[in-house]
Nanobody, 114 residues
Framework: QVQLVESGGGLVQPGGSLLLSCAASGVIIRPYTMYWYRQAPGKERELVAFITSSGDDYYDDSAKGRFAISRDNAKNTMYLRMNILKPEDTAVYYC????????WGPGTQVTVTS
């Protein structure tokens, strides 16, 4: 059974930073693309970034230049370094695997406020 668990969220002031982690169990992540999504109150879930098995990455325009996605296959873990956080980054952040099964973690809350 694939399990994904996010951690690292919290309350931070605008301009601050957070490092989110997504630990996977029940699957070896090495062959798979991994994704970060977020969902703000009253809004649909949206893609933030993804990283392929070879380390190529993609970012939504809102994350470009501020967020950095990475993975440590030896630890079976994916990360999202978020810098220069803005109030509009406030959301629940989820990690996702689409293969071998579409799997989601429970999410971690990020709140950016002064």
């Amino acid at each position: 059974q694939v399990q994904l668990v996010e951690s690292g969220g919290g309350l931070v002031q605008p301009g601050g930073s957070l490092l989110l982690s997504c630990a996977a169990s029940g699957v070896i992540i090495r062959p798979y693309t991994m994704y970060w999504y977020r969902q703000a109150p009253g809004k649909e879930r949206e893609l933030v970034a993804f990283i392929t098995s070879s380390g190529d990455d993609y970012y939504d325009d809102s994350a470009k230049g501020r967020f950095a996605i990475s993975r440590d296959n030896a630890k079976n873990t994916m990360y999202l370094r978020m810098n220069i956080l803005k109030p509009e980054d406030t959301a629940v952040y989820y990690c996702n695997l689409k293969r071998p099964y579409d799997s989601w973690g429970p999410g971690t809350q990020v709140t950016v406020t002064s």
